[in-house]
């Protein structure tokens, strides 16, 4: 659906943990800086 391979996907999830934007627990993603996560989305 994201036009792009699981691996790379991998790549950006563990990212973001490395900079905690995100923690993954059983498979669950939870989110701890999203307006950080949103400016990157959306940069101006």
């Known amino acids: 659906m994201l036009g792009t391979t699981r691996?790379?996907?991998n790549?950006?999830?563990q990212s973001?943990?490395?900079q905690y934007l995100i923690d993954m627990?059983?498979?669950f993603i939870t989110i701890k800086?999203?307006?950080q996560l949103m400016?990157?989305?959306n940069p101006t």
Do not use: S, V
Request: aromatic share 12%; net charge positive.
């Open 25 to 27: 627990h059983y498979g």
């Open 16 to 18: 973001w943990q490395k």
């Open 33 to 35: 800086d999203k307006p």
């Open 39 to 41: 400016a990157m989305m």
């Open 11 to 13: 790549k950006i999830i």
């Open 7 to 9: 691996q790379t996907i």
